[in-house]
């Protein structure tokens, strides 16, 4: 049975929050890790960073390719590289070096999954208004995180690291056949005639270009507060004498939680109204709100949490709808190079966040210092301001 619309976008959402299961098991056992290879903050930075790197690297050459081919055969591609990846982690990873190798891979894995797979469903999806099903997808992404700190926690408590994330590692390799049991064969949208990888229209359409740099700010703060947010949940709990780095996890799942009706309620937002503007308002909100959580362990470990986890819906709520309005500017014959484009700058800003707020805590102190902190969500503050600038200097008059 091949699907199509509305069945193939929630199919392929199921997919996508498969691919994510192992991607934040780093993430999520970042004071471990630390721990056990004796790595440095900055180096725990690399290691959570190198996916988006690899991600970055590859993603202009796969999403330019589903211009000229069918992106479920891109889609099949990633899934396979995903899996190895992950299970390459799970299996030999030891330190500093290996652990970089393996997460760079699966890197290159999710870039064959995460923006093909949105292209396979606007290929095959009728409607004229495509925001929904694309705000949809994006959501997806946050259960797919917020279930990869719960299982990572769980799964490792109960068997250890790598049986965990070996396990977890299946959740690609699941997504692998769903594209290629469901989802049957489309012909590319894109335009023969124009040349293979060719970025120039995407470049000179400011409209476009406006969203893809939010996104890029969006991006930084984002995966910053992902990487960080366990060891940062855990730094609280302990000097108010709370939880730990389990109860830190469940938060961090929750967070995830959250991003998907903030997704899909700023995209509703933003079809309403204005969408420059209400973009513009949410990440102006968002870097401000971050700013202060750093400081925030003074006021005790509750504080701590509910302003995480209203951050939560300040961090998430543009996602669905600055993508969404990356692929409505887009022109319809590079549709596939603009969504190229816009994961690239998202993910080389999701690559510099965590090792950015890394080098902020080695400098200022380490983890067991207030200041360090303070001085981390500065740093992801500083990042998500440039969103708002993005869009109200890309877009006005337009």
């Known amino acids: 049975m091949k699907l199509r619309g509305r069945p193939l976008a929630f199919a392929m959402s199921v997919g996508e929050i498969g691919t994510l299961l192992p991607n934040l098991a780093f993430a999520a056992l970042t004071p471990f890790f630390i721990a056990a290879w004796h790595i440095s903050n900055a180096e725990a930075g690399w290691i959570a960073g190198i996916s988006a790197f690899g991600y970055m690297m590859s993603v202009p050459v796969l999403m330019g390719l589903t211009d000229r081919i069918d992106a479920r055969r891109v889609f099949l591609l990633g899934g396979a590289l995903a899996t190895f990846g992950h ?3 799970a299996l030999t990873a030891g330190g500093f070096w290996s652990a970089l190798f393996w997460r760079a891979i699966a890197g290159i894995g999710l870039a064959g999954t995460y923006m093909p797979g949105l292209r396979a469903i606007t290929d095959r999806y009728e409607a004229t208004d495509k925001s929904r099903a694309v705000a949809f997808y994006t959501a997806s992404y946050s259960v797919g995180v917020s279930l990869s ?3 990572t926690g769980l799964l490792a408590e109960a068997y250890g690291w790598r049986v965990g994330i070996g396990l977890l590692a299946l959740g690609p390799f699941a997504a692998l056949l769903i594209a290629l049991l469901l989802m049957g064969p489309a012909a590319p949208r894109g335009s023969a ?3 293979l990888f ?4 995407v470049f000179a359409n400011r409209r476009a270009l406006g969203y893809i740099l939010a996104y890029g700010a969006h991006g930084f703060e984002l995966t910053a507060m992902r990487a960080w947010m366990v060891a940062f949940l855990a730094y609280a709990a302990f000097r108010s004498g709370h939880g730990g780095a389990h109860g830190a996890t469940l938060v961090a799942a929750l967070f995830s939680v959250i991003g998907l009706p903030a ?7 933003a079809r309403r109204f204005d969408r420059r503007r209400v973009l513009i308002a949410i990440m102006a909100a968002s870097a401000a709100l971050g700013a202060g959580i750093g400081f925030a362990p003074a006021l005790g470990y509750g504080a701590v949490v509910g302003l995480v986890l209203l951050y939560a819906v300040t961090l998430t709520a543009d996602s669905g709808a600055l993508t969404a309005g990356a692929v409505a500017a887009a022109d319809p014959e590079s549709q596939g190079a603009t969504i190229a484009v816009h994961s690239t700058v998202g993910f080389a800003a999701a690559f510099l966040g965590p090792l950015a707020v890394g080098i902020a805590l080695d400098a200022a102190g380490g983890q ?11 740093v992801m503050a500083l990042g998500a301001a440039g969103g708002p600038l993005s869009l109200w200097l890309l877009g006005r008059n337009r």
Do not use: K, Q
Request: hydrophobic content about 50%.
């Open 87 to 89: 299970l390459g982690f």
């Open 149 to 151: 700190y719960l299982l």
């Open 193 to 195: 005639d124009r040349r």
């Open 198 to 201: 060719d970025f120039r229209p």
């Open 263 to 269: 997704s899909v309620l700023g995209n509703e937002l």
């Open 368 to 378: 067991a210092s207030a200041l360090a902190w303070g001085c981390g969500f500065l």
